[in-house]
């Protein structure tokens, strides 16, 4: 009796890679097909003949190139040839927020910096502005924050994940180009940078390489501010040297992707003025944690809804500075 359920056992093992293929090898036309995907396939025949979409918890969703025989398929229907499928309420939403958030940081660039109504002219802000490159870190910090955030805006209207990073990256690097040009480029008073640029550039491209991996990341760019921000005449946008004094622009690894040891290191960059001619350059070195590595104890969804908070390191450490 034990030997004749053996071979029952062993014919129908026999039939069902005869019908079904490895599960693990590479379908014709597309990559290998995981064998739990498969698994929910067979147990749903009406997903054999449209791409599967799991919006998961922060994953990207999983796209098959063959169905579960191996054979060709298409994109589902109503979506796009990617696997995107735009949620036309939300997309709706972020449009409207994106154009009142364009107007008021236009009025509010005008009012702050002055209008644009001087002839194009370039800036020398590489070794005359004073700043000692706090300006330009500053630019790599805000397009490699603006590169996330878009990124994510399109994820969350319904795009597939590798066009959401393409689009997020092309926007935020047209919207710091056009920060440069025309409203710095014919502002008497700023002028177009070149530097400046290429930081935008740096940061656009450092974020959307870093969006390539799922989250928890191993490394981040990230800001903090100094005690002397809470102090006189400080603001979330600084408009005098001084005010780029309250702020530090941080390198952050994560040594260990453990959850439950939300430890960062940081390599920052940041610098003083005085009376003196001579700019006092600083070198900081911390070590803390971010919102995101501490939602990230608490589960993966705890620190998708933090991450958009992660900017922010907070940190104890030291520093070198000199002249």
């Known amino acids: 009796m034990y030997v004749r359920r053996r071979r029952l056992a062993l014919a129908a093992a026999a039939l069902a890679v005869a019908v079904l293929g490895n599960p693990t090898a590479p379908r014709a036309g597309g990559a290998p097909i995981d064998g739990s995907i498969l698994d929910r396939l067979r147990s749903r025949p009406a997903l054999a003949d449209r791409v599967l979409l799991e919006p998961g918890a922060g994953h990207?969703?999983?796209?098959?190139?063959?169905?579960?025989?191996?054979?060709?398929?298409?994109?589902?229907?109503?979506?796009?040839p990617d696997g995107s499928r735009?949620?036309?309420?939300?997309?709706?939403?972020?449009?409207?927020?994106?154009?009142?958030?364009?107007?008021?940081?236009y009025r509010q660039s005008q009012a702050v910096w002055g209008g644009s109504s001087g002839r194009f002219h370039f800036k020398d802000d590489l070794i005359n502005d004073r700043m000692a490159?706090?300006?330009?870190?500053?630019?790599?910090?805000?397009?490699?924050?603006?590169?996330?955030?878009?990124?994510g805006a399109h994820r969350w209207i319904g795009m597939e994940p590798d066009r959401a990073r393409r689009i997020g990256a092309w926007e935020a690097w047209a919207l710091t180009f056009l920060v440069e040009f025309p409203i710095d480029a014919f502002n008497p008073g700023q002028g177009f940078g070149v530097s400046d640029?290429?930081?935008?550039?740096?940061?656009?491209?450092?974020?959307?390489?870093?969006?390539?991996?799922?989250?928890?990341?191993?490394?981040?760019?990230?800001?903090?501010?100094?005690?002397?921000?809470?102090?006189?005449?400080?603001?979330?946008?600084?408009?005098?040297?001084?005010?780029?004094?309250?702020?530090?622009?941080w390198l952050t690894i994560r040594p260990s992707m453990n959850r439950f040891m939300p430890l960062l290191l940081g390599v920052g960059y940041s610098t003083s003025h005085?009376?003196?001619?001579?700019?006092?350059?600083?070198?900081?070195f911390g070590?803390?944690?971010?919102?995101?590595?501490?939602?990230?104890m608490f589960g993966e969804r705890t620190a998708r809804y933090l991450r958009p908070l992660n900017f922010f390191f907070v940190n104890v450490g030291t520093k070198i500075s000199w002249r």
Do not use: C
Not at 86 to 105: E, K, P
Not at 287 to 296: A, D, Q
């Open 287 to 296: 070590i803390g944690t971010s919102l995101e590595e501490i939602g990230g």
């Open 60 to 80: 990207d969703p999983v796209r098959l190139t063959g169905d579960w025989r191996g054979h060709p398929v298409s994109a589902p229907t109503g979506g796009l």
């Open 86 to 105: 735009i949620i036309r309420s939300r997309a709706a939403l972020w449009g409207a927020f994106s154009i009142g958030a364009l107007y008021m940081s």
């Open 197 to 249: 640029m290429l930081f935008n550039t740096a940061g656009v491209l450092a974020a959307h390489h870093r969006a390539d991996r799922e989250p928890p990341h191993r490394w981040d760019i990230k800001a903090s501010v100094k005690r002397q921000f809470f102090e006189g005449e400080s603001r979330l946008i600084a408009h005098t040297n001084k005010q780029y004094d309250d702020y530090i622009y």
């Open 133 to 151: 490159l706090t300006d330009e870190v500053s630019h790599l910090f805000m397009a490699f924050q603006f590169t996330e955030y878009l990124s």
């Open 274 to 284: 005085d009376d003196r001619p001579n700019i006092i350059k600083e070198v900081h």
